[in-house]
């Protein structure tokens, strides 16, 4: 099989029959066998209803992954992966907010002989405010981790079957399908993808879940955080030790002194914040190592339309 197209869903319902009346007929025009895979990431709409009828208007070609409850973007994705049959697998969006037409331009450069081929939204039609934090997080990002991407969040993407592999045995428990990816990736490469507003519904991405996407996202690829805590530990010890030094100087000198209580005050609570926030970063990855133990199956799955093995 050529390719495999990989859709998570969560309460999409708004636009399946959009999505569908777009996506097969730029994937039967590609002349080769392909299969679609949907991941209904526990939908509390009628989702998967939609997916049953239309999973009978062509069997031949759609999968569909029905979650227990759920997961997550990331595992839906992950549950497509798993049993994706294709040379190439591309990720896709329900949203239509990346258009299912340039598809084609991605495996133009899988052809061409990249092993990964990541989109970047060229006009990203998102709110200033969602655009902002990904342009600071993309930096924090690209800083901390070391992995260079133009834009992580666009999952308009296309792998080498090898490379889905390299994913799939990665076990971690909440996994960054892009970041791994361009881990593993030989001879990456990025195209510029159209991006339109969300076609119908809500997107499931408030503040927080960023901010814990993003916390998540650092500690999972490096221990930099730790590391610069640290850095700050030793130096806040070494000013701290002049300080002591010269009080001490002073003690002897002038006999005691009792002034300066409030920016004493003022430094103490400043270095128990930063103490506390260093519990918080030693927290994430305890965290982390605890998710990693457990060993809990990252998804469970309730139902398969289609041929459920690879
Ligand atoms: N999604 C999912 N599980 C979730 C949240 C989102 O499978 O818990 C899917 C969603 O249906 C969509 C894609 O992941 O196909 C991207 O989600 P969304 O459009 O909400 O994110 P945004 O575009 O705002 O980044
Ligand atoms: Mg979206």
Do not use: W
């Not at 319902?13 to 679609?36: C, M, Q, W």
């Not at 049959?85 to 331009?105: F, H, M, R, S």
């Not at 080498?160 to 990456?188: C, D, G």
């Not at 400043?270 to 060993?295: H, N």
């Amino acid at each position: 099989m050529y390719l495999s197209v990989v859709i998570p869903v969560y309460n999409e319902s708004a636009n399946l029959d959009t999505l569908f009346a777009r996506l097969i007929p730029v994937l039967d025009g590609l002349h080769k066998p392909y299969e679609v895979i949907l991941t209904n990431d526990g939908s509390k709409d009628d989702s998967q209803a939609i997916l049953t009828r239309l999973y009978n208007t062509r069997p031949d070609v759609i999968r569909v992954i029905q979650f227990a409850r759920n997961y997550g973007q990331h595992p839906a994705i992950m549950a497509g992966f798993e049993i994706a049959k294709g040379e190439v697998v591309v990720t896709l969006d329900a949203d239509l907010q990346n258009p299912p037409e340039d598809i084609p331009k991605l495996l133009a450069l899988i052809d061409a002989g990249h092993d990964v081929v990541g989109g970047y939204r060229g006009n990203r039609l998102d709110s200033t405010y969602r655009k902002f934090i990904s342009k600071m997080s993309n930096i924090v990002r690209a800083k901390i981790t070391k992995i260079e991407m133009r834009d992580q969040g666009c999952m308009l993407r296309a792998y080498k079957h090898n490379i889905v592999q390299l994913i799939v045995k990665s076990r971690e428990s909440t996994p960054f399908i892009t970041m791994l990816a361009q881990y593993f990736a030989n001879n990456p490469a990025e195209v510029e993808v159209a991006h339109e507003e969300r076609h119908g519904g809500v997107s499931s991405y408030n503040l927080y879940k960023l901010i814990r996407y993003n916390f998540d996202l650092v500690t999972g690829f490096s221990l930099v955080p730790l590391q610069l805590f640290t850095m700050f530990g030793l130096v806040a010890s070494g000013l701290s030790g002049l300080l002591v030094l010269y009080m001490f100087a002073r003690r002897i000198v002038l006999g005691p002194e009792a002034e300066g209580v409030f920016t004493l005050f003022a430094i103490v609570f400043l270095l128990i914040s930063v103490a506390i926030t260093g519990l918080g970063i030693i927290g994430e990855y305890v965290g982390r190592i605890y998710l990693e133990v457990r060993q809990r199956p990252r998804y469970v799955v309730k139902s398969v339309l289609g041929e459920t093995k690879k």
